[in-house]
T-cell receptor, first 113, second 112 residues
Framework: DAGVIQSPRHEVTEMGQEVTLRCKPI?????LFWYRQTMMRGLELLIY????????DSGMPEDRFSAKMPNASFSTLKIQPSEPRDSAVYFC???????????FGQGTRLTVV | SQQGEEDPQALSIQEGENATMNCSYK?????LQWYRQNSGRGLVHLIL?????REKHSGRLRVTLDTSKKSSSLLITASRAADTASYFC????????????FGKGTRLSVIA
């Protein structure tokens, strides 16, 4: 298994532009998580899905952020419009049934200028 | 809000020494997990300890859990330069497939 795959690895965009981050979870995993990591705030949970259904999006900073999981093998996190304070590393992670470990992708480093 | 809080924030030791990192949390848990993150990479799971366990070993790693104090520690014995990384604790609480909540991590530097 290739693990959790995120794309792109790096994204540089101008303020106001739309940004879409992509994630392919590990096959068979039924939970998917989006985290954001910054030096100031550490690793923050943005949203998570169980069986493709969004369960808790209370960590989404504001309405500019949205996430979808149209099927078990794909999820997107969209920021529209992007702002410089959105600059961070965004991680996607997936987890199988039960209470085991989460498996993380390599992250997308987003820079908004 | 973040559940786990690691201590210290940063730790620098010589190769061969032991490294101890601590984690405190606030609410009851089902299990607690430790992860490692190398610079520029994703987090990698190291070890999981359940709420009814007190100690667990995996290679050079030793984890303890004290649910009465809501704390855990990660000990890395005979450290190596390759152990240089950030280490995070994550708590798993509640029922169903709830998410892991991470602390801010401990940055460990092992000097050769």
């Amino acid at each position: 298994d290739a693990g959790v795959i995120q794309s792109p690895r790096h994204e540089v965009t101008e303020m106001g532009q739309e940004v879409t981050l992509r994630c392919k979870p590990i096959s068979g995993h039924n939970s998917l998580f989006w985290y954001r990591q910054t030096m100031m705030r550490g690793l923050e949970l943005l949203i998570y899905f169980n069986n493709n259904v969004p369960i808790d999006d209370s960590g989404m900073p504001e309405d500019r952020f949205s996430a979808k999981m149209p099927n078990a093998s794909f999820s997107t996190l969209k920021i529209q419009p992007s702002e410089p304070r959105d600059s961070a590393v965004y991680f996607c992670a997936s987890r199988g049934g039960g209470r085991g470990p989460a498996f993380f992708g390599q992250g997308t480093r987003l820079t908004v200028v | 809000s973040q559940q786990g809080e690691e201590d210290p924030q940063a730790l620098s030791i010589q190769e061969g020494e032991n490294a101890t990192m601590n984690c405190s949390y606030k609410t009851s848990i089902n299990n607690l997990q430790w992860y490692r993150q190398n610079s520029g990479r994703g987090l990698v799971h190291l070890i999981l300890i359940r709420s009814n366990e007190r100690e667990k070993h995996s290679g050079r790693l030793r984890v303890t859990l004290d649910t009465s104090k809501k704390s855990s520690s990660l000990l890395i014995t005979a450290s190596r330069a390759a152990d240089t990384a950030s280490y995070f604790c994550a708590t798993d609480a509640g029922s169903g497939n709830t998410p892991l909540v991470f602390g801010k991590g401990t940055r460990l530097s092992v000097i050769a």
